[in-house]
Nanobody, 123 residues
């Protein structure tokens, strides 16, 4: 299976910016789509943004116009540029990938998740 490692989380003031990165590694044959989800205490996990192999993006309503997702296919890496951050954006952000992995000569589709990176926005 693949492995996803997030980085770039931290503490920022409201109105500030932060850039998250997620790199996929392992026996990966291809990646169909990658994305970001987040979960705040007491709330359900929600979609932040996704990007597919063709470059089509999708954003959650709460982040439209403020966040931008991008992808570097050569590096199997997805980024999330977060601008105009609000305290409501405080959450653990999880990287997600829909990919094809290779194992013992076979292959299968897998949905992998990173361990998450904390983003805290102070008022």
């Amino acid at each position: 299976q693949g492995q996803l490692v997030e980085s770039g989380g931290g503490l920022v003031q409201a109105g500030g910016s932060l850039r998250l990165s997620c790199a996929a590694s392992g026996n990966i044959k291809s990646i169909n789509a990658m994305g970001w989800y987040r979960q705040a205490p007491g709330k359900q996990r929600e979609l932040v943004a996704t990007i597919n192999s063709g470059g089509t993006t999708n954003y959650g309503d709460s982040v439209k116009g403020r966040f931008t997702i991008s992808r570097d296919n050569a590096k199997n890496t997805v980024y999330l540029q977060m601008n105009s951050l609000k305290p409501e954006d405080t959450a653990v952000y999880y990287c997600n990938a829909d990919l094809i992995v290779v194992r013992l000569g076979g292959q299968r589709r897998a949905i992998d998740w990173g361990q998450g990176t904390q983003v805290t926005v102070s008022s």
